[in-house]
Every structure is written in C-alpha cells, then in structure tokens.
C-alpha cells in the first residue's frame, strides 16, 4: 500500500470556477477526513466519512463546498465559485479507528488567482 | 481561538541542544497525537499517547500526556538538523466522532 494518495497536488484556478479535489485512502482504513491548512496555521477539521457515511461537517464547509465518498472508497471534495479565501492546502487523511493515528497525504495546494 | 494552544510558535536552536514544545488546553481529551510536517507534505505521526501521565519515548523524542490530558510536551534531546520541521500536536475529544483539533505547531529550525 503506497499510503494517502492525494490528486492533483497543485491546482491554480481563476476565482468563480469549480474545481474537484480526490482521495485515495488506505484500503483498509474505514474513516476518511478532509482537513484545510493555510499558512502559518494547523490544519482545520472540513468533514469527515465514516464508510460512505458523512457523519460530521464544519461550519467551516459553506455551500459552495461539498464532499462525496461513493462506495466507501475514494473521496472527493468539490468547490463551487472559487474565492480567493479559498486558497490553501487541502489535507485528505485516513485511519482505522480514532486511537491508532491518522495518515495524511500529501495534500493539494490550491491557488485561487 | 485556537483549543489547543501550542509554545513556542518559533524555535531556533543550535545543533546538540535539548528543546520542549508544549501544547496545553483548557479542555481534555480522550488522546493526544504528535505530528512533524515538511513544507509541502502533510503531517506524519509521531505518536499517539491515550493514558494520563503516559509516556513515550522515540528514539532522542520523549512525548508526555498530562495527568488530566489536557496537555501535552515533546522534548528533543540532542536536537539534529533532521529534525528540522513543523511539529503538531492534535487532539481528539470524547464527544466528537473523531476529528482532530490542531495547534498552530512550532517551526523548529536546527542549525549545524
């Protein structure tokens, strides 16, 4: 298993487009997050799937934000009408329960010009 | 405001030096994990301590959860240049399905 595998790692859009970000989890790991990191900033909790089930979502995730998780696999998270407030590293995590620790991918760095 | 409060924000020492980074919050929490992140990755874990007063220790890092885990320390003995890196700790509550809150980590920069 290669680990968290996250796509595209850098995305430059022009504000107002819609952009879609994926997921690929551990394939046994049964909890899949999404998390948001600007800088100089710990990363900050947007949802989070347990299976296909989104059981919690931040204030944080506004209407224009929405994330998907068919079949309990891949995720993906999709921005509407991109701002440029959107800007930052969107983290994808997955884990085995919440005692074990957490893997991050790499993230995607999005850039709203 | 931030639920866990992590100090020093900046730390640049000299390699051979010994360091403490705290993490402390006005709330508990049912485990508390450590994460170092390079510019460009996302954060890998360090370690997850789960028992109030529990200790870890990885290689030169000793990890410490508070009696009443709602705090934390990571102490690095004979810091290296290796060791250079945004170090994050992160919590989880009881009462959330869990989802970590983070600190706003410290920059450690080592010098040779």
């Known amino acids: 298993d290669t680990g968290v595998s996250q796509d595209p790692r850098h995305k430059i859009t022009k504000r107002g487009q819609n952009v879609t970000f994926r997921c690929d989890p551990i394939?046994?790991?049964?909890?899949l997050y999404w998390y948001r990191q600007t800088l100089g900033q710990g990363p900050e909790f947007l949802t989070y799937?347990?299976?296909?089930?989104?059981?919690?979502k931040s204030r944080l995730l506004s209407d224009r934000f929405s994330a998907e998780r068919p079949k309990g696999s891949f995720s993906t998270l999709e921005i509407q009408r991109t701002e440029q407030g959107d800007s930052a590293m969107y983290l994808c995590?997955?884990?085995?329960?919440?005692?074990?620790?957490?893997?991050f991918g790499s993230g995607t760095r999005l850039t709203v010009v | 405001t931030q639920l866990l409060e992590q100090s020093p924000q900046f730390l640049s020492i000299q390699e051979g030096e010994n360091l403490t980074v705290y993490c402390n919050s006005s709330s508990v929490f049912s485990s508390l994990q450590w994460y170092r992140q390079e510019p460009g990755e996302g954060p890998v874990l360090l370690v997850t301590v789960v028992t109030g007063g529990e200790v870890k220790k990885l290689k030169r890092l000793t990890f410490q959860f508070g009696d009443a885990r709602k705090d934390s320390s990571l102490h690095i003995t004979a810091a290296q240049p290796g060791d250079t890196g945004l170090y994050l700790c992160a919590g989880i509550r009881g009462s959330t399905l869990g989802r970590l809150y983070f600190g706003r980590g410290t920059q450690l920069t080592v010098w040779p």
């Open positions: 394939s046994e790991h049964n909890r």
């Open positions: 995590a997955s884990s085995f329960g919440q005692v074990y620790g957490y893997t």
């Open positions: 799937f347990q299976n296909e089930a989104q059981l919690e």
